[in-house]
């Protein structure tokens, strides 16, 4: 069996990929699977790390312009796909993930190769829109962002899949220097940091409105930790133990990426969501429906000031019946067997039963 999978550019198109490709390999230790990528994402170091083979092919990504780039699309789309079909001459289905490298691999694989499209964002980007009409089966993460698609979540790491809050408080509380029983608040803004959510985190400490609680932080890998912080006060540029960082904490501050409104849910955590402002608007969307249902707050990031923080979200912090409340709610929008169900979605593409 050859599997091959497409979802470069970001950690977000990534690692769900990678998560399916556990699942499956896991099921068929004999299985051949292949990741495509290109040289400018984050592809070429998450990949090897997981052990998976990965071909690169030339990005298209498509201009926003009228620009020399427009013109020479053709061409770089055309030797794209021929190298796509390289890869999968002998495959058996091709998953896509999205984003760049998706587009040349769905066009490639068509009439060809059987296709099976995850979508994990509200709002589908353009190459699984184009990919899903000619798939086999199409997954989504958000109900209704794709046609005929079936609800599976996004596909989680393995430790976020196993999550046990109560058998892990202890390890994480020791593992961040946490003392029993405090209130914990964990901010992040993804592996880059979000500047806007670190400026108002930053005032607010400097004003005091941390008395009392904990605080997790992680800055980013391109930012700066604060000097002479206080002891409740733990900033990191990378927390690489979320699990840890989750099992320990009562709130979260964050963006709402896909993957990340997909582990909150999955670990059953309230949050305060400060959309990224730039794009097409699909972090906001990503947060809707839980937010909604009163699993979590959602705040545009330009809304995002010390005054919010402190009259909106933090008496949340310290009321532990309502973080309750809010828990519940959004454990009931996890998807913890994501990974499962598209992987039994694949086999049943492979046997011929589409």
């Given amino acids: 069996m050859k599997i091959v999978i497409a979802g470069g550019g970001t950690a977000g198109h990534i690692e769900p990929a990678l998560n399916v490709a556990d699942e499956l390999l896991t099921r068929h230790p004999n299985a051949q699977i292949v990741a495509l990528g290109t040289q400018r994402g984050l592809e070429t170091t998450l990949v090897p790390a997981r052990g998976y083979p990965l071909h690169l092919i030339p990005a298209v990504p498509l201009p926003r312009a009228i620009n020399r780039d427009l013109?020479?699309?053709?061409?770089?789309?055309?030797?794209?796909i021929a190298e796509c079909k390289e890869v999968l001459s002998d495959a058996d289905v091709l998953i896509g993930f999205g984003g760049y490298v998706a587009l040349p691999a769905y066009l490639a694989a068509r009439g060809r190769v059987p296709i099976v499209v995850h979508e994990a964002n509200a709002k589908a980007g353009l190459a699984n829109r184009v990919g899903a009409r000619f798939a086999c089966a199409v997954a989504e993460t958000v109900a209704g962002s794709m046609k005929q698609a079936l609800l599976t979540g996004i596909p989680l790491r393995e430790s976020i899949q196993s999550f046990d809050r109560d058998a892990t408080r202890a390890i994480a509380r020791e593992y961040f220097k946490i003392p029993p029983g405090a209130t914990v608040l964990l901010v992040f803004g993804g592996s880059q940091g979000a500047a806007k959510i670190n400026s108002v985190m930053n005032q607010a400490k400097k004003a005091g409105l941390f008395e009392g609680l904990q605080v997790i932080h992680a800055v980013g890998s391109k930012n700066d930790i604060p000097q002479n912080l206080p002891t409740s006060y733990h900033a990191f540029h990378y927390l690489d133990q979320m699990n840890l960082a989750y099992a320990a904490t009562a709130f979260v501050i964050s963006r709402s990426g896909a993957m990340t409104v997909a582990e909150l849910t999955a670990v059953g955590l309230p949050a305060c969501f400060v959309p990224f402002p730039i794009g097409n608007g699909e972090q906001k969307?990503?947060?809707?429906?839980?937010?909604?249902?009163?699993?979590?707050?959602?705040?545009?990031?330009?809304?995002?000031?010390?005054?919010y923080l402190a009259d909106v979200v933090l008496p949340l912090v310290n009321d532990e019946s309502r973080r309750a409340e809010?828990?519940?709610?959004?454990?009931?929008?996890?998807?913890?067997?994501?990974?499962?169900?598209i992987a039994d979605i694949v086999e049943r593409v492979i046997a011929g039963d589409r």
């Fill in 71 to 80: 013109f020479s699309l053709p061409w770089r789309l055309k030797r794209a």
């Fill in 285 to 307: 969307l990503n947060a809707e429906a839980v937010v909604s249902a009163g699993g979590a707050l959602l705040i545009e990031d330009e809304k995002f000031t010390t005054d």
């Fill in 326 to 341: 809010m828990a519940k709610i959004s454990a009931g929008f996890g998807h913890r067997d994501a990974s499962a169900r």
